[in-house]
Nanobody, 128 residues
Framework: QGQVVESGGGLVQPGGSLTLACTAT????????IAWFRQAPGKELEGVSC???????TNANSVQGRATMSRDNAKAMAHLQMNNLQPSDTARYFC??????????????????????WGKGTLVTVSS
């Protein structure tokens, strides 16, 4: 059975950088868009970034200019690099995969239900 697993979270100082990884097992990642979502304490789930099968990326306005997604289909992995992290970026970050466009992955009302695969998340804390 397929799954995605996130890694790379941790404690970062404001202004710092972090790279999160999403590793897929049990299915061919090549055909899937991969998206990152986050949920801060007491807040709703938010779409962050997405990369489609050909490699085009879409970022939310909240991370525009600070987030870069990449994928390595041979390793069945995707990465999210975030720069200039701020305390407002503190959240649990989730990876999802689905055979949909990135516009759909980040734009549907129920973000989690729009994914075929969903990870357990990795915690990112931005604090001095």
């Amino acid at each position: 059975q397929g799954q995605v697993v996130e890694s790379g979270g941790g404690l970062v100082q404001p202004g710092g950088s972090l790279t999160l990884a999403c590793t897929a097992t049990g299915f061919r990642l090549n055909y899937y868009s991969i998206a990152w979502f986050r949920q801060a304490p007491g807040k709703e789930l938010e779409g962050v970034s997405c990369i489609d099968p050909p490699g085009s990326t879409t970022n939310a306005n909240s991370v525009q200019g600070r987030a870069t997604m990449s994928r390595d289909n041979a390793k069945a992995m995707a990465h999210l690099q975030m720069n200039n992290l701020q305390p407002s970026d503190t959240a649990r970050y989730f990876c999802g995969a689905a055979v949909v466009s990135c516009r759909q992955a980040l734009g549907v009302p129920d973000l989690k239900a729009g994914m075929d695969y969903w990870g357990k998340g990795t915690l990112v804390t931005v604090s001095s």
